[in-house]
Structures are given as structure tokens and as C-alpha cells.
């Protein structure tokens, strides 16, 4: 564990739910919302693990704490998280490494559908989904007989293919996670560790991913369960949450598999430029 500890002045906040927003919305900065986790980060703010506290207690914020050293020091893994919230369902999976090869899916509703590839933060190639594409047409028609011509046109091209987004570049939709895919970046944001006064309780052995696991619970305005390996060091496998009619599944898997991020061929790549109106304004998304 590196001891890097958040920045924010939420002390007393429940830890286990703070870094499980951290994840998501580092995983799916630009696909998810983060819906004010800003100001739920925390840090360590003193007290001991060795003061008089129920077993379960002990032992449920002992292997908290060694479970996210271990994900903070990992050099990849597969992130996927699901939520629903009052903006509909939107979902990520990305394998990353950390020298930033990437590889995944996104889903954050209509028009903001696809798959992505980073290799070496160099380049990044994004593919929309043909039901994506479908629905820029559809939204673009109900705009104007004008936008959507010029619509028709933009996806026809992108149909099937991967946009080439050079470093840095844009793509003019805040759907994709085109900034997502730096593991550094999201173990940065994970909070320290536990407070004085989190309360995480460790439950029995149970079975979840076609795996042993331990819940390790923690209760507030909702509850957040985090399901880590129970044999062997206590990897995060798993974690799921419910407050004020929000949902969140995240699921972790691939610890230290190597990313597999090849660029596709030419012929099934677009450069971005092409579809972007970099000469008229405009680009493929905006209808």
C-alpha cells in the first residue's frame, strides 16, 4: 500500500462507499456521472485498528485495508461497472494497464454506445455501435432536413469503423471514456484508508463470481458490500451498492493479466478529421 491519501475534507464518511466512487467515477470519467462523489473522497484521519472493537469489525476493516493496497498496487486489471441512477442505466468495462493500453465497452444510453482501444496512450480508436449510429440519425433527423444530411453522411462513414483520436484529441462527445484508461490516475483517487469512527463488518465465507468470497458490509443512508477473494490475498472482486434509489455493480477481475490492445487494421480505421468537419464546423455528434 502506497499510503496516498484523498484530498477531500470528507472525514466521517463511510470509506467503503467513497472508494467505490472513486473507482467508478475514475473508471468512467466522461461516461458516468459522478454524481457529487467530489465531495465524498476522505482520508485517514487518525485512530487505530487495534482498539476494542466487535471481531467482525476488526477483522472486516483489517482486510478492507489490505484489499485496497493490493488494488492500488496492481499493474492491470478489468474495471466494470453498472449503475443506474435517475439518468437511466450506463455501464463500462475497460482492461488497463498501467502503461496505459486499454481495452473495453461503453454504454451510457442512446448515441453513446461503442468500444475502445488505447495503445500506449498513444493513440485511441473508438467504435460506435450501428444502434448508436441509428439513433445520431434518428435525433438528427427531428433537427432539420440540413443536419440530418449531414448526419446520413457521418455516420455512413463511421459505420463499422474505429475513429483514430490522436493524443490528446477530441471527439466532441462526452460519452466515451477516452480519458479513462490511466490505472495510476484511478488508484490516485482512492482514498487512504479507513476512519476512526467506519464501521465495516466481515461476514462469513459465501460463493459470488463462481468464487469463495468474503462481504465485507458497510451501512449508512444505503448499503455497500464488497466481495474480496477468500483464499489467498484478498483481492476485490466485487462490489455493490444502493442509496436513495441508485444502484452500483462493479465488478474486477484480470489482476495482472497483460492488456491486449493491438490497433486495428487500416482498413477498418477512419481518422477522426474525416468525420469531424474540421473544414465546415461540426462534427458526427452533433445533431
Known sequence: MDGRTGTGTGTGRR???A????????????????????????SYSGGTLE?????????????????MGLFKDVGSLRLAVDRTSARGRQKVSLHMDRDSNCTGTFDAGPTQRGDLI????????VRFSDRSLQEIRELATRRGPEIAARARERTALARGKYLKIPTGGAVGSPAMPVD?????????????????????????PTRRYG????????????????????????YVLGLEAEENGETMRMRMSDY??????????????????EVSGSTGGGSLFEV
Open 19 to 42: 472508494a467505490a466512487l472513486s473507482l467508478a467515477v475514475g473508471a468512467v470519467a466522461g461516461a458516468l456521472t459522478s454524481c457529487g462523489t467530489n465531495d465524498r473522497t476522505v
Open 118 to 125: 488505447m495503445i500506449e496512450g498513444r493513440a485511441t480508436y
Open 180 to 204: 479513462s484508461c490511466d490505472l495510476d490516475k484511478i488508484t490516485r483517487r482512492m482514498p487512504g484508508g479507513p476512519g476512526p469512527d467506519d464501521v465495516i463488518k466481515a461476514q462469513g
Open 256 to 273: 495482472d493479466e497483460p492488456v491486449e490492445a493491438v490497433a486495428p487494421a487500416a482498413a477498418q480505421t477512419i481518422d477522426i478529421s
Open 51 to 67: 482498539k476494542v472493537t466487535p471481531e467482525n469489525e476488526r477483522r472486516g476493516k483489517e482486510i478492507s485495508v489490505e484489499a
Open 15 to 17: 470509506w467503503v462507499r
Open 211 to 234: 468464487e469463495d468470497v468474503i462481504p465485507l458490509v458497510e451501512h449508512g443512508n444505503g448499503e455497500t458490500t464488497v466481495y474480496v477473494a477468500a483464499h489467498g490475498k484478498p
